[in-house]
C-alpha cells in the first residue's frame, strides 16, 4: 500500500510538471533523466516549486592585502631593529667579498669565482654567529632572503642596464651596508597569531601584542616592522576572498580615464555619455605648502645652531604631512571606485610615467608642488580597491595626451604644429582677469574646452583608440562639474545625470561656439 500511494504520488507530480512545461513555466522537460535518488517529494518542492530564476554568477578570487598600524617604539623594538641591521650587515659583507674570493668555511663548498652565493650556504655559514642567534631563527632567514632577493633583483637590472642603458638614469648599484643604526623586522605565519582582537609576536621577542580588526584580516601570511625613528609601521600582509560583483563582469565597454595634476588633482571622463568630473587639488596644495614653509622653518633654526640629522621633531612633520596625504587619497580612491560600480564601469585607464619626476622644469614653486605630491601611492590605492570589486586599471603614458586636439581628431604623437592650442589670453573686458588662461585649450575649429578634460579624453583614446569618439561628445560632455575633497559623496549619491549639475549662477568663463558652453560653474549658495 505504501508502495502504491508513493508511486501515484510521483506520477501526480509528473503530471503536474508536464502541465508546466506546455505552459512554458517549466524549468526541465522530464524526469526520465533524473536519478532514482531524486525522483522524491523533498526534490520537486525545493528545486523547482518555489525556484527563483537563475542570474549570473558572482566570481571569487583570492587577493593579498596590507594592512598597516603605526605603533610607538620601545627599547625592545630598537634592540631588535639594531640586531636585524647587524645581520644583514654580516651577511652583505660576505656576499660582497664572496664576488670577488673564496669566503665559506663551513659545509661542502658551493661557491664559484663571481656568482652570488646561494641562501643554504650563506645560512649555514651564519647559523651559529651572535647576530643570527640574536634573533628568532625564522626572522633571520627571512632577512637573508631578503637580502638574497636584493642582490637577484641588482643581477638583472645590470644585465638589463648593459643592454638598454638609455632605460636608466646611472648604472645599476649593487646592495649597500646599512647605515641607519636600524633595519627591518620579517615574522612569518607560523610565528605570529591572531587571538581575539590582538596580533601576538613570539615570546622571545618580548614585543607587546597590537590591537588589529579581526574583521578586516583574512589569512595571515606574514608580518613585518618597519623603523621610522620615534615610531614603527607594522605591515600585516595577509590573503582574503572577495567576491566580483556580475554588474561589472558584464560591463566590458564602459570605461573611466583619469588625468592626474597639480591644480585638479583628478580630472575623469567616460565613453558611458556621463558628465566628466574634477577633483581640486588645493587640500593637497595646502598640507604641501605649509608643511615645505615649517620643514624649512626647523632647518635654518637647526643649521644656526649646528644640529644634524633628522630630529624628531622633523620626523613629526613627515608623520604628520604622510598621514593627512594617505587620508585624502584613501576617500578619493575610495570614492571613484563607488563611482564606477554606481555606473557600472568595468575598466579604468591612468596617465603614468615611471620618470615624469624627474628633471621637470615647470618653475620652482609648480616643481615643489608638483614632485611632493606622491601620484604613484594615489594609483596604487585605486589599483588594490578597484582588484577588490573586479575592476581593471590600466596605466598609460601622458605623453602628448594635452597638446593634441580631442575634438579635431588629432592622433596623439609628436607634431612640428598643433592643431589646437593650450593656454587662452582672456581680457577683463570679457570676463577674465587679463591673464592667459591655461586651463583652457581652444580647437582649430574655435570651440573652448577645459584643458584636463581634452587631455582625459587623450588619454581614453591612447590607450584604446576605438573607445570613443569626438563625434559623438558635445555639450554636458565637454564641461566637468568640479568637487572638493570634502564633497566627494556628491560622486555617488546621485540619482539621475542631472543631480551632478550645478546651478549656474555666476560664471567665471566664456562661451564657446557651438556646444561647448561654460566652464568652471560655481554652486549656487
Known sequence: MKMRSSNNLIRGFKEKFTEKMNAGNAQIKSTANLPKRMKTLDYYLV????????????????????????VKTSKVLHHLFRCSENLYNRANALLIKGTHQFVLTKGRSTQKAGKLIPYRPLERELKDEPEYRALPAQTSQQILLLLQRNWKAFFEAYADWKKHPEKYEKRPQSPKLKSNGEALLIFTNQQVKVKGNLLWFPRRTQIDPIRVN????????QVRILPKGYYAIVEI???????IPSVINDQKNRMLALDLGVRNTICAVNNCGLRPFIVKGGAIKWINQYYNKLRAKYQTIYANHRIKG??????????????????????????????????????????????????????????????????YR?????????????????????????????????????????????????????????????????????????????????????AFPKAISADGIE??????????????????????????????????????????????IRNNK
Open 47 to 70: 528545486n523547482h516549486e518555489n525556484k527563483p530564476a537563475q542570474t549570473s554568477k558572482t566570481q571569487v578570487k583570492t587577493v593579498k592585502l596590507t594592512e598597516r598600524i603605526q
Open 214 to 221: 579581526v574583521a578586516r584580516i583574512g589569512k595571515l601570511k
Open 237 to 243: 600582509i595577509y590573503e582574503r576572498e572577495v567576491k
Open 310 to 375: 633628522n630630529t624628531k621633531r622633523l620626523q613629526q612633520l613627515d608623520r604628520k604631512r604622510n598621514n593627512k596625504i594617505e587620508d585624502l587619497f584613501h576617500k578619493l580612491s575610495k570614492a571613484i571606485i563607488q563611482y564606477c560600480i554606481y555606473n557600472s564601469i568595468s575598466m579604468v585607464v591612468i596617465e603614468y610615467n615611471e620618470q615624469w619626476k624627474q628633471r621637470i622644469n615647470l618653475g620652482k614653486r609648480n616643481n615643489q608642488n608638483f614632485v611632493g605630491i606622491p601620484f
Open 378 to 462: 594615489l594609483i596604487g590605492k585605486i589599483k588594490y580597491k578597484a582588484e577588490l570589486k573586479g575592476i581593471k586599471v590600466v596605466l598609460v603614458g601622458e605623453s602628448h595626451t594635452s597638446k593634441c586636439s580631442f575634438l579635431d581628431n588629432e592622433s596623439i604623437e609628436h607634431h612640428d604644429t598643433y592643431k589646437g592650442k593650450r593656454g587662452i589670453y582672456r581680457p577683463k573686458a570679457r570676463g577674465g582677469n587679463g591673464k592667459i588662461e591655461f586651463g583652457l585649450f581652444k580647437t582649430a575649429q574655435g570651440k573652448i574646452i577645459n584643458s584636463d578634460v581634452n587631455g582625459a579624453y587623450n588619454i581614453l583614446r591612447k
Open 475 to 520: 555639450g554636458l560632455g565637454l564641461v566637468p562639474y568640479s568637487v572638493s575633497f570634502a564633497e566627494l559623496e556628491r560622486l555617488v549619491n546621485q540619482k539621475s545625470a542631472q543631480d551632478v549639475i550645478p546651478k549656474a549662477s555666476k560664471v567665471d568663463g566664456i562661451e564657446a561656439a557651438g556646444s561647448c558652453l561654460l566652464f568652471r
